[in-house]
């Protein structure tokens, strides 16, 4: 692994945020592809440097415990898996803090990871005219006007698989509004 200065990561980050403010003018694809075409920065960028090893950690083995304890996670084996986590989770801190010294001023945030253009955005809209099909198939009734779904004979919808709306129909042993299922030898039975 190349070793990689700290100011060398800001040095990327900041070309990374001029080739972003160059290329927002164009139009879209011509910026997609320009920017793809020369990479200005790396992950291995945002990593800490294996030579130099901070003098003091920010978190200590007693505060590992305490999140892994926290976590329901697992407590390390022994002295060497503690070592290794906590290089590990250090690694994580960095990379989280190289991430939030970048300039974002004038970048949007992101709200979602999907397509939010103009014609996406009135795809995933539900307008009336979307709504027209459910509609008709409720009906307001009653003082307060209330909305009731109209029964599958009103609505048009043809009945599922013969059935009646009776669940009980098909038993073959009834009581009451319940089914009577008989188990064992004995003959007894259970509702």
């Known amino acids: ?37 020369e990479p200005s920065w790396s992950v291995r960028s945002l990593l800490p440097d294996s030579t130099s ?9 007693k505060q ?16 060497e898996e503690e070592k290794t986590m906590l290089e590990t989770l250090e690694s994580q801190i960095h ?7 970048v300039d974002t001023t004038g970048v949007e945030p992101l709200r979602s990871i999907r397509d939010e253009s103009p014609a996406a955005v009135k795809e995933m809209s539900i307008g009336l005219d979307r709504l027209k099909d459910a509609l008709a198939k409720e009906q307001a009734t009653g003082r307060r ?23 009980l129909s098909s ?10 299922v008989e188990t064992g030898a004995n003959g007894s039975t259970a509702s």
Not at 64 to 79: G, K, N
Not at 171 to 180: E, I, R
């Open 1 to 37: 692994m190349a070793m990689i200065r700290p100011h060398a990561v800001r040095r990327s980050l900041g070309h990374a945020q001029c080739l972003l403010r160059r290329y927002s003018s164009k139009s879209a694809e011509q910026n997609i592809a320009s920017i793809l075409s």
């Open 53 to 61: 090893q901070s003098a003091k950690p920010s978190i200590t083995p």
């Open 64 to 79: 590992l415990r305490h999140l892994l304890r926290l976590s329901a996670l697992p407590q390390p084996a022994s002295p």
């Open 95 to 101: 990379f989280v803090k190289e991430m939030q010294s």
């Open 145 to 167: 006007k209330r909305v009731q779904r109209l029964k599958p004979e009103d609505n048009g919808q043809p009945e599922v698989m013969g059935w009646n709306g009776n669940a």
């Open 171 to 180: 038993a073959s042993k009834t009581k009451g509004p319940y089914f009577v």
